[in-house]
């Protein structure tokens, strides 16, 4: 065997070695942040399910003739302004995600409002019609919830994996940055006051 044949080779298998070894985390990275952002499209999914229940609560709500208006224009205007707030999957930023959750946070209070002040009419609360709406829009919050947390593994795998050593590296020559997670609501830290003292 030639001498020179010999570190030729293992030249050859080092720049083959790194070249896999690039590839391979770059593929990865790409996987994961393709994963976070199929989690997304999964919270959005579950918060456009809750937008499509509204109009039909609504329009049940309003058969009950004395029903306070305000409430349900309270909530009309949060499933707009939620329906406007659009964050894009491939660039999503910490701005875009605080404007997306406080609009979502708008609809949870109206809609949270909206079901307090149906408790005072109860024959509305007994039809089934709104019982089958709360029902559904009971299951689409938890859904939301299941998909928030979702979406936050995902983020939260690709994360991790950008920012360890090499990939850190490598994939930083290929613009990867962090992604943005989903936080709870300002004050949702908070456990709520409770009074039962109705006298």
């Known amino acids: 065997m030639k001498k020179w044949l010999v570190p030729v080779l293992i030249i050859g298998a080092i720049i083959l070695g790194l070249y896999l070894l690039t590839v391979g985390k770059y593929n990865n990275a ?6 976070a952002k199929t989690a997304w499209s999964q919270v959005e999914s579950a918060y456009q399910r809750r937008s499509d229940l509204i109009p039909n609560l609504v329009n049940t709500v309003k058969g009950a003739a004395d ?4 409430t349900l224009t309270d909530v009309i205007e949060a499933r707009a302004k939620a329906t406007s707030v659009n964050v894009d999957a491939d660039n999503i930023t910490e701005e875009q995600m605080q404007q997306f959750q406080q609009a979502q946070g708008q609809v949870s209070s109206a809609l949270s409002r909206l079901l307090v002040t149906v408790e005072r009419y109860p024959e509305l609360k007994a039809t089934q019609n709104f019982q089958q709406l709360q029902s559904q829009l009971e ?9 928030r947390n979702r979406y936050n593994e995902a983020v ?8 360890q050593f090499p990939t850190n590296v490598i994939v930083g020559m290929y613009g990867f940055d962090e992604m943005p997670r989903y936080a709870s609501d300002p004050g949702a830290e908070d456990a709520p006051d409770v009074d039962f003292d109705f006298e």
């Open 30 to 35: 790409v996987e994961k942040q393709e994963n």
């Open 67 to 70: 029903f306070e208006r305000g």
């Open 139 to 147: 299951g689409t919050e938890n859904r939301i919830n299941v998909e």
């Open 156 to 163: 939260n795998n690709y994360n991790v994996y950008i920012k």
